[in-house]
């Protein structure tokens, strides 16, 4: 958050004229394409003193030569948000700006070639009615009638959706910037930014100082990396890393085919290409697995095109012709190749930098810029003025990448090409990239490899998603889909593993995962929680960092683990995690020596970065004398969970486990195994259990011992997979999905978590509103008696009205039914109230089809908490059901 201090300049037209300003801009954006138009329109709108620096001529870039498609359909929550927000955006701008930004509502056509892909868009079109966006699925026959010059035999159907159509770039972006400059902003033509002022302040916090231009210098605390192919270039500027690659990527234009006048523009995600009618033209571009890569942008490059390599391009003529044969008779008028900047998770770059306080990227479109400018740039100037967005952006925010990703040239590389070639793929709820593996490890990485772990990454650890009964499938290097030269993995045990997931019906691995689930709940499991966030908080004001931090009371004694959330100053969560009081110890990795009072920080590894991130930058904007020490990679953790968890463990540790001297949410350090190591008696499963911290060189000899004795009480590995499932049903949230930065905690239900007295903490006036005044939305969980898998995404029907969506699906192998969470709604705008909930006939839609299902306010699986503290006096309702 930065002060405002407005500052209206009219300028009629874009100026050349020479720049010399030692006043204070609150914002400059680098880059004139899409990107920087639309955040200098969302600031200039918002009465912010705001600049647009291009180096050539306004969309000299990418956007120039974009074929300006607006499809807004993807299977994603945020995705479809970010597409229509900017269809609405276009929509209006004639009228208010009145210059009419190339606007065609031709609608669009997604085809589908497989059965798969169209269940993908049945899930779209389940989805998109949460949107307001009107979508229909048709059979190939009701597609042909849409776009008569394709081949209907081609495919099993299509989702369609009216709304979409085509923007001309140039005129949207002629739009933008007309708007802003009437509204007080300025854009410099032939100006670049040569290099970025970065300075320290007095808590040692890096931040944007100013800019050098070829025009002059600008004081401000806020720039926008907007240079799309050239982002990495504008951040090295300021000495920094981003992971984002340029790529050529081309269309081709037909000669003049009368006939598609007026026609829809057609997505064929199986035949990796899309169609997009111009005029009396088609224009056909593609995403080939032999893209060229680009290192360095050229700086001279402006309205230029690349020459088109018909080697790379050739693989699309040939599905186009299959798909519309009319195409192949009309012949190529002409071709585009231009740039783009891909990410390595095909996700937009944007937000805050969090090494470089001011430093917003706006970036990495992975050949969507234009169709998610409108959007993005709306969340981005709300970021800018209010610290934070009002969507939650996680997954597109530069926090979810970790340094040592942002620092690796080779990972970024290949996990860039394989976004490209990946551009179109099928969302599946369980993927895997097999570019960039393996880039971090913990030390338990080949035990459980050999144990049959089936990998998963997330924030570039390898961490277990499954165990497979049939044997190791080790993660072979990545084979760049045989593209430049490289032959094809010969070893394709893992692949053939994750093709097992490539559904939207049960996994193969359904029933594997499921036992690890059972053997949880009825004997002992040991996961291997060890790329968790694990951190350290020190310092002469410790406890007053952490009132401020944590919602919760974390005044406890020491040892009590606190569960608390992090809230922003609108109450929205922005992590929620275990934070428990320590003194100084012995100087290991597990026991830290410190003066005075220290707070130990667990938080999912998932939104590991983003946890530390937010902590720093609260910590930073407060200037509370506490130094944060990471050591998630000094400290790996083990959590034995299960009934059998305290008999198969007190033998190996030299301190009594009962209930009266080892209590559930406390923690203590110990000897386990002959090591010392931090244990804590709390479960993200809902059982009894502990999780151990252990020093780094520890983790293997306390493995080893765990592993042996638990043979006697038939100890199994579990992974992610079954983690997730085991805690949606006993009713714990995931950040990023159950609860998010745009979900308070009273709509979480969350409340218990945010202390009423005890004193201010960030976001609490929010959370006290939110108590006394209502709420418009509320978590809940679902569970549905068909057998049917629930992924996340479904809609939610209350007596025939639409409700809300599922985040999130699982299924529950100890209730014997799919649960899923999600946040519902009363149509009708009101507040939510308990009555409102618990009554009326709700459904969830899969894929079209409405299945009854059953509210629950708390999940049904052990509502009392008797299992975590040791109590096993029911059966699992599953073997209940089995009984009878
Ligand atoms: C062939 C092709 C077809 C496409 N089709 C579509 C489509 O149908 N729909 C869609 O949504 N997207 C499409 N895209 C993608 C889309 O064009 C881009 O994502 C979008 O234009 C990117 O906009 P941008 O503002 O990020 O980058 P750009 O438009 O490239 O703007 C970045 C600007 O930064 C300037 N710059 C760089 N360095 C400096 C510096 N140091 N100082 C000052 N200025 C600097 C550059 O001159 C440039 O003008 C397509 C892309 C290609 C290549």
């Known amino acids: 958050m930065y002060d405002l201090f407005l500052y209206h300049f009219y300028c009629g037209s874009t100026s050349t004229s020479n720049l010399d300003y030692d006043i204070y801009f609150f914002h400059v954006s680098t880059g004139g394409g899409s990107a920087g138009c639309n955040t200098l329109y969302q600031l200039a709108k918002r009465g912010v003193k705001a600049v647009l620096l291009e180096r050539a001529k306004v969309t000299a870039g990418e956007t120039w030569h974009s074929s300006g498609l607006i499809l807004q359909m993807r299977l994603s929550d945020l995705e479809i948000k970010m597409r229509s927000s900017t269809r609405s955006l276009i929509g209006g701008l004639h009228k208010e700006t009145g210059i009419d930004p190339g606007w065609h509502n031709n609608g669009g056509l997604y085809v589908a070639r497989s059965k798969v892909r169209l269940d993908e868009y049945k899930r779209v079109n389940t989805l998109a009615k949460n949107f307001g966006i009107e979508t229909q699925l048709l059979d190939p026959e009701e597609t042909k009638k849409l776009f008569p010059l394709l081949d209907s035999s081609m495919i099993k ?97 037909s000669n003049k085919m009368p006939s598609v006048v007026g026609l829809p523009n057609i997505k064929d995600s199986d035949g990796r290409i899309y169609f997009r009618v111009k005029g009396e033209s088609l224009c056909m571009g593609g995403f080939e697995y032999n893209p060229i890569m680009v290192e360095k942008m050229p700086e001279d490059h402006a309205f230029t095109l690349f020459e088109l390599d018909w080697k790379v391009f050739e693989s699309h003529m040939q ?234 009371d974390t005044d406890v004694p020491i040892g009590k683990a606190v569960y608390s959330c992090l809230l922003n100053k609108r109450g929205g969560i922005e992590a929620d995690l275990l934070v428990t009081p320590i003194t100084s110890g012995s100087g290991t990795q597990a026991d830290p020596i410190f003066k005075g009072l220290g707070m130990f920080i667990v938080a999912g590894g998932a939104s590991a970065s983003q946890t530390r991130a937010h902590i720093k930058s609260v910590l930073g904007e407060e200037g509370f004398e506490v130094d944060i020490f990471d050591f998630s990679a000094k400290v790996g953790l083990l959590a034995v969970q299960g009934p059998a968890s305290r008999e198969m463990l007190q033998p190996l540790v030299d301190c009594d486990l009962s209930d009266e001297l080892f209590p559930y949410s406390t923690s203590k350090i110990i000897r386990l195994g002959g090591h010392q190591v931090r244990a804590m008696r709390t479960s993200f499963v809902g059982e009894l259990g502990w999780e151990i911290h252990i020093p780094w060189h520890s983790c293997l000899p306390v493995y080893l011992a765990l592993w042996e004795q638990g043979k006697k009480f038939g100890l199994r590995h579990a992974g992610y997979r079954a983690l997730y499932s085991l805690c949606s049903e006993k009713g714990y949230r995931l950040w990023n999905s159950d609860v998010r930065s745009d979900d308070n905690p009273i709509e979480a239900g969350l409340g218990f978590s945010c202390r009423r007295d005890g004193g201010a903490y960030l976001g609490k006036e929010a959370v006290e509103m939110a108590r006394q005044e209502g709420i418009k939305k509320r978590h809940v969980f679902l569970t549905i008696a068909d057998q049917v898998p629930l992924h996340g995404l479904e809609t939610i029907w209350r007596d025939d009205r639409i409700v809300g969506y599922l985040r999130r699906g699982e299924y529950g192998f100890s209730l014997g039914c799919a649960i899923g969470q999600g946040y519902v709604q009363d149509p009708d705008g009101k507040l939510i109230t308990d009555e409102f909930l618990t009554t009326g006939k709700y459904e969830i839609e899969v894929m079209g089809v409405r299945h009854s299902a059953k509210l629950h306010l708390k999940s049904p699986f052990d509502p009392h908490n008797k299992r975590l503290h040791g109590i096993y006096d029911e059966p699992l309702p599953v073997r209940e059901a089995f009984a009878q």
């Open 157 to 253: 159907g299509a989702l369609y959706c009216p709304s979409d159509g085509v923007v001309d770039p140039t005129k949207f972006c002629k739009a933008l910037t007309t708007a802003a400059l009437k509204q007080g902003a300025m854009v410099f033509e032939d100006c670049s930014v040569d290099r970025i002022l970065v300075g320290t302040n007095h808590f040692g916090v890096k931040m944007i100082e100013g800019i050098v231009t070829s025009k002059g210098v600008i004081r401000t605390k806020c720039i926008v990396n907007s240079a799309g192919a050239w982002a990495s270039q504008v951040a090295n500027l300021a000495g920094l890393r981003v992971p984002v690659l340029a790529l050529k990527h081309s269309y081709v234009v």
């Open 319 to 552: 599905q186009a012709m299959e798909m519309v044969p009319s195409f192949e008779t009309a012949g190529v008028e002409t071709t585009v190749c231009g740039s783009e900047c891909f990410t390595p998770d095909l996700k937009p770059l944007v937000g805050e930098d969090p090494r470089l306080r001011g430093f917003f990227h706006n970036c990495g479109f992975n050949a969507g810029g234009v169709v998610l400018g409108g959007g993005c740039g709306e969340q981005l100037a709300q970021w800018i003025i209010d610290g934070r967005p009002a969507v939650h952006m996680y997954p597109f925010d530069i926090r979810r990448f970790t340094p040592e990703q942002m620092e690796n040239k080779t990972w970024c590389k290949e996990r860039c090409h394989e976004s490209y070639v990946n551009n179109y793929k099928i969302y599946f709820p369980h993927d895997e990239p097999l570019a960039g593996r393996n880039l971090k490890q913990d030390p338990f990485h080949e035990e459980l490899l050999v144990a049959g772990a089936v990998f998963e990454e997330e924030q570039a650890y390898e961490r277990p998603g499954w165990f497979n009964p049939q044997g190791y499938a080790p993660i072979p290097p990545y084979d760049w889909y045989g593209a430049y030269g490289f032959t094809r993995n010969m070893d394709k045990r893992y692949l053939n593993l994750l093709k097992g997931d490539r559904t939207f019906g049960f996994s193969k691995h359904h029933l594997a995962i499921g036992s690890e689930c059972l053997a949880c709940r009825e004997e002992v499991v040991l996961m291997d929680f060890s790329y968790f966030c694990k951190l350290y908080m020190v310092g002469p004001e410790t406890q007053k960092a952490a009132d401020w931090l944590f919602s919760a």
